[in-house]
């Protein structure tokens, strides 16, 4: 921690359905001086907060315009189908996408999966948020295809999901303005990473101080012959007249 950085707060920004809890944890033991301001933003709009100096760094969804940001790719999710629990779907484990054909699927206006050709029967609407498409569904007017991590957020009794299995996974990535890679960005982005306090990449807390190496005992000298050389004050003991 320098002085510069007493006083000082890192803001992460973060899109629905992560949860940034585990590592704002780790920030927190390892930086108390430093605390977190979380700022949930929708996924269409954290880029343009990040570019606009609103956070740090982000979590974000994939793909992004990346221009003028720095990205690391995390993780990937896997794409579900949330239907009401008396749909045909729940009784499957898994599903593909040719399972969906007849039914409709709404596709909410921030939709975060890349489509090339969307599944299924395009719905009467396309609803302003994911949120609203959940809703949508509950009243059986159409299927939604959303990660994971967004299904859980708007879980609902009486709805459920399964895995599709051939859809297109959303990807999580972490991101922050190039020009502004602070000694903070740094030490989050090595968090993320996984490494340890003492990990020699990035900054780390300054080490305690070494105690001193224990003395070893001096081996006596030896002379050219391999004989223990005799100390200087040590006299020669004189033959014993007979």
Do not use: C
């Not at 939604?144 to 708007?154: E, F, I, K």
């Not at 002379?223 to 014993?240: F, I």
């Amino acid at each position: 921690m320098t002085d510069g950085e007493i006083g000082r707060v890192f803001r992460l920004a973060y899109v629905p359905g992560v949860t940034p809890a585990k590592w704002v944890g780790i920030w927190t033991e390892r930086m108390p001086s430093v605390p977190v301001t979380l700022v949930a933003v929708p996924a269409a709009e954290v880029v343009g907060l990040l570019r606009d100096g609103g956070a740090d760094a982000g979590f974000v969804r994939l793909p992004v315009d990346r221009d003028g940001l720095s990205v690391i790719p995390l993780y990937v999710e896997t794409t579900v189908v949330v239907v009401p629990k008396d749909h045909a779907v729940a009784a499957a484990d898994e599903v593909a996408i040719a399972d969906l054909s007849d039914d409709e699927v709404l596709h909410p206006l921030d939709d975060t999966i890349e489509w090339t050709a969307r599944p299924g029967l395009p719905a009467f609407t396309r609803p302003d948020t994911t949120a609203h498409a959940v809703e949508l569904v509950a009243a059986g007017t159409g299927l939604l295809l959303v990660p994971q991590s967004l299904a859980r957020l708007h879980h609902r009794r009486d709805l459920t999901y399964r895995p599709v299995t051939d859809a297109p996974q959303s990807q999580i990535a972490l991101a922050w303005p190039t020009d502004a890679t602070t000694d903070l960005v740094e030490d989050f982005i090595g968090i993320v990473r996984g490494r340890t306090v003492n990990s020699s990449r990035g900054r780390t807390p300054a080490s305690p101080a070494e105690k001193p190496a224990q003395r070893q005992a001096r081996k006596p000298a030896q002379n050219g012959s391999g004989r223990r050389a005799v100390p200087a004050s040590r006299k020669k003991k004189g033959h014993r007249p007979r």
